[in-house]
């Protein structure tokens, strides 16, 4: 598999919400995004988990320094 393909596969994640929002994101920044926003957006994909990447992006938690830039991006899509 690619790591196109690969990263297709990880914006499918366990909740139609999240699936929808990553997609967007993913269709509309994160080609033109700057290095350090894709590091945090692979990380991001790989390592949270969907109930707490909802959380963040919602406002319902506090977003860990580590994801701070992302899910401010995540947030223009949702």
Do not use: C, N
């Not at 350090?36 to 860990?64: H, Q």
Request: glycine share 6%; charged share 35%.
């Amino acid at each position: 598999m690619s790591d196109e393909g690969r990263l297709r596969w990880l914006l499918r994640r366990g909740m139609k919400e999240l699936d929808v929002l990553m997609e967007r994101y993913y269709a509309h920044r994160f080609h033109e995004a700057p290095a350090d926003e894709k590091g945090e957006f692979l990380r991001l994909v790989t390592l949270a988990e969907d109930p707490d990447i909802w959380a963040w992006v919602m406002g319902y938690d506090t977003v860990p320094d580590d994801y701070a830039v992302i899910i401010e991006q995540l947030r223009v899509y949702r």
